[in-house]
């Protein structure tokens, strides 16, 4: 077993552990939501550091696996080109079409906030807009400023 997968499983029985002792009242749920967190900023670094070694390494990456064919100590590799994308935000065109779209999704935001209130709302052309976007809602969310 690699120190990786060995890490892994140490996290996991520390977690495991520690949402345990929040259950059996020995540790505050807070305490194990601040440790977790500074775990899991820990964790999103090293995937940065990663990142950036493939990134800075990429040509070199990408010569080892053609002159391996794609497979290395049982690990099938390969490069993918990035994909295009377009940027209209230049266009004339464009822009007005955004604005006229943020200008139609403004108005129908509004009716519905009016709607919620009891209010009805009319357009410049005096008619009452009577259709209304869907609306979802987010997960609530838990912030944590952690101190270094």
Not at 42 to 70: A, L, M, T
Request: net charge negative.
């Amino acid at each position: 077993m690699g120190r990786t997968k060995e890490l892994f499983y140490q996290l996991q029985e520390e977690f495991v552990a520690k949402c345990q002792a929040v259950e059996d009242g020995d540790i505050s749920i807070l305490d194990a939501l601040i440790e977790f967190r500074r775990q899991k900023k820990e964790c999103e670094d090293y995937i940065e550091i990663i990142k950036s070694f493939e990134s800075s390494q990429s040509e070199q990456i990408e010569i080892q696996i053609e002159k391996n064919e794609g497979h290395y100590k049982g690990a099938e590799l390969a490069v993918r080109q990035g994909g295009r994308m377009y940027n209209y935000s230049k266009i004339s065109e464009w822009q007005i079409a955004s604005n006229n779209l943020k200008c139609v999704e403004e108005k129908y935001k509004n009716a519905f906030i009016n709607k919620e209130k009891g209010l009805t709302t009319v357009d410049e052309d005096g008619v009452i807009l009577e259709e209304f976007p869907d609306v979802t809602y987010r997960k609530n969310s838990i912030i944590v400023k952690l101190k270094d």
